[in-house]
Structures are given as C-alpha cells and as structure tokens.
C-alpha cells in the first residue's frame, strides 16, 4: 500500500505468519529509487507468499514485542567526536550506539506510540539534519529516558553471497543494480571552486589524484593563473559561503564557453573525489530529468523548511536542472551567502527532488564509524584537516584502472 506518493514509503503486511510484522521501505522522489522501491516491496511479497509455517513462536516473541520498548539493529559507534554528530558524547562517543540504515532497523509497537505522541506534543526543534540515522538514535534515547539501541546479529551488512551471510535476516548487494554502462567521461563537465591562497596547497593535491580521471575540468578563483591554469569568475572570494561564485559557474555551464555535458559536478578544491566512480553511480539516473545527487543534508525540516547537497562532499547536477534553477530567477541574496543551502531552497521552491546518496561525504574518513564504511565503495571525501589527502584518496577512492569496466561496475556499491 502507497501511504505517501511524495515521500514513496511503502508498508507491507504480509499473511497471517507475518501480520504482526510492518514493512517500511526508505526511498526517495527519483525515478531510479522508485523502481528499487517497487523491486523491494515485490521481493518482500515473493518471500512472504513463500512462507509455508510459523518459523518462530509467535504468540511467545510478540508478547514481549507489544508490551517493551524496543529499538533494534546494527549498531554502529564513533570512535572519536565528530563534527557531523555536533561533537556528541566528546568524553567518550563510543558509547552511544546507533543503526546502520543499511542493514535495517526496527521499532516494537510501544515505542512507535510513545515516539508518535512525544512528535505531536513536543514538536522537533533542531535546525540541521546532518546525518539521521544518530539523530532518530538520539531521538528515541531521550536523554536517557527511552531505550538504547539493542544489537541484532541478524541484522547484517556482509554481501549477500558471502559465507558469513547465513545467519542473517538481511544482507547488501555486492553489486549495483543494472543500470547499464557508467556515464562517459565526455557527459561530465567537472567544476572546481578554488582561491588564490589555495592555489599552491589544495589545487597541488587535485592534480596528484584525481584530476586526471576528469575529461573536462576547469578551476574556477579569485585569481587567473595560467600555470594551474584558473578562471577567474569576477567573484571576489569569500569566507564563509561561496554562493556567488557558484551562481557564476551554473551560468557558465550552460554557456558556450564550455562543452555541452549531460552532467555538471561542482566541488571545493578540498573535495577528493572518484571519477569512475561517479560515472557508474550515474548511469543509473536520467539526465534528461531535473536530478540534484550528492550527500543530503536537511535545514528546519520540521518547520516546513528544505533540504540540500552539502557542498563539500561534491554537488551534482543533471543539465535539466540547472536549466530550470536560472530559468526560475533563483539568486544569491550576498555573494557570500551558503551556496548549497541556497541552491537548496530553490530547488524545494521549485518542487524538484534532491537525491541522497550515502557513497558521497561531506567530512574525513576518520568522522565516520568504521563499520559504516565497511561496506561502501565510497565516491567522495572532504577536507585536508589533520590527514594526508593523497594517503586518504590512494586508500579509499583510487582504483585499480587495470581492471575493465565490468569490474569496476562490479564493485559493492550501496545505492
């Protein structure tokens, strides 16, 4: 049953062994995550028409689901305080557990009464939604007043072939859909926002890395220098956001002074990033659809507000949307203002869709749990603060680029 064709949350209810049991399917407002929806909701059936007999005491387990709180799933903990949990837990963050998404997560009965009585009453007042699967963790804690998350071993994340995957309830694919070949490096037109201070210090890195992956790329600054070469925009740097010049790259992209790409992709000059892929993950997206992709970040979501890709982890663009963006009128209100937040409430103004994908980051490795990479192919970091970025980009993004490309399509990818 479709409850919200915004929103594409599915809920399933299987035969009479299953009917205790409510099946939710995160998606999202995208062409491509429909379908995996549907493809979910209707694997999920073939099982459940597939059961013959109770395969655990039901009447025995779901007493104590009814009358317990409980908060289940696979727990992941950070090993040091981290900038996208607001330095939560900062004597000792290890001890706070909450879900990995990806390996699924549950909620008994009471516990989803209580939390829907307490989101009634007490509304929600945080501003930034930053990574939500810690902040539903804190949420439901409640400053101790509501249950820690409690480990399933059944809730896994190894691949779905793996010996290891015997006993679990739930496993992620070690391939991606077939969304067929990657996107050709000449339907990607790669926009790097730099200044003159980073010229020798951030652009350096790029070039050792990944710039060579880039068919079209140009460096855009404060400052024109013909040795990197840089392009300067007219757009003094700022310190804080960088809305003006980004307004000046979408004008330019859709200019002829730069080739004609199906797909823009605008990254900081601290961005390390995979090309390759970045091509795969796109060939699973229509450019001739209105697609914002990257890292989804939320601002006053509770309050009728929007969410946006965050600008560091790379902010990707499908031609039509960048079109309907400047067609719209949409503009910088001071030059200096948050670019991706910006760009952001145009795109909720406008009614269009933006895209999360968890392979996009906007901090370091080091500021994700380790189990929670684990099982990613990552397509981006950012920041230089306190690593080596080559180190970090050659461990965690480089490729072998012997293989072909049915290798590389073939690494786990969680979509």
Wanted: glycine letters at 6%.
């Amino acid at each position: 049953k479709v409850l919200s064709a915004l929103s594409h949350i599915f809920v399933l209810c299987g035969p009479p062994d299953l009917r205790e049991i409510v099946f939710v399917i995160q998606s999202q407002s995208n062409t491509f995550h429909v379908r995996q929806a549907e493809r979910r909701r209707e694997d999920l059936l073939k099982q459940a028409r597939g059961f013959t007999e109770v395969r655990f005491n039901v009447h025995a387990f779901f007493l104590w689901w009814y009358i317990l709180e409980w908060f289940l799933g696979k727990p992941l903990f950070d090993e040091e305080s981290t900038i996208i949990h607001h330095y939560a837990f900062a004597e000792n963050p290890s001890i706070f557990k909450y879900p990995d998404f990806a390996a699924s997560w549950a909620l008994s009965i009471p516990l989803v009464v209580r939390l829907a009585k307490k989101v009634k009453e007490e509304p929600l007042k945080s501003d930034f939604t930053i990574d939500l699967k810690h902040e539903v963790a804190l949420y439901i804690w409640d400053n101790g007043k509501g249950p820690h998350l409690t480990a399933v071993p059944e809730l896994c994340t190894v691949p779905e072939d793996s010996p290891q995957a015997s006993h679990c309830a739930t496993t992620v694919s070690k391939k991606p859909p077939l969304c067929g070949d990657p996107v050709n490096k000449e339907d990607i037109f790669v926009a790097v926002k730099t200044c003159k201070k980073f010229h020798s210090e951030r652009v350096p890195v790029i070039k050792k890395t990944w710039e060579k992956d880039a068919l079209f790329l140009e460096y855009y600054s404060d400052h024109a220098d013909p040795s990197i070469p840089t392009i300067n925009l007219g757009v003094p740097n700022t310190e804080r956001g960088h809305c003006g010049k980004t307004f000046a790259i979408l004008q330019r992209f859709l200019s002829s002074a730069v080739p004609d790409t199906k797909w823009l992709l605008i990254v900081d000059d601290d961005t390390l990033i995979s090309i390759p892929r970045l091509q795969v993950l796109l060939s699973c997206y229509d450019s001739s659809e209105p697609v914002s992709l990257g890292e989804r970040y939320g601002y006053g979501l509770s309050q009728g507000g929007y969410s946006y890709i965050t600008g560091g982890g790379g902010m990707v663009f499908s031609r039509k949307a960048v079109v309907r963006l400047l067609k719209s009128g949409c503009k910088c209100y001071s030059n200096d203002a948050p670019d991706d937040m910006v760009l952001g409430m145009c795109l909720n103004a406008l009614g269009l869709p933006v895209t999360h994908s968890p392979l996009f980051h906007q901090a370091r490795p080091e500021d994700y749990a380790r189990d929670f990479l684990a099982h990613q192919v990552p397509i981006s970091f950012h920041k230089h603060w306190n690593i080596d970025p080559i180190a970090v980009f050659n461990k965690w993004l480089k490729d072998d680029f012997t293989a072909s490309q049915d290798e590389l399509k073939s690494a786990k990818t969680e979509l």
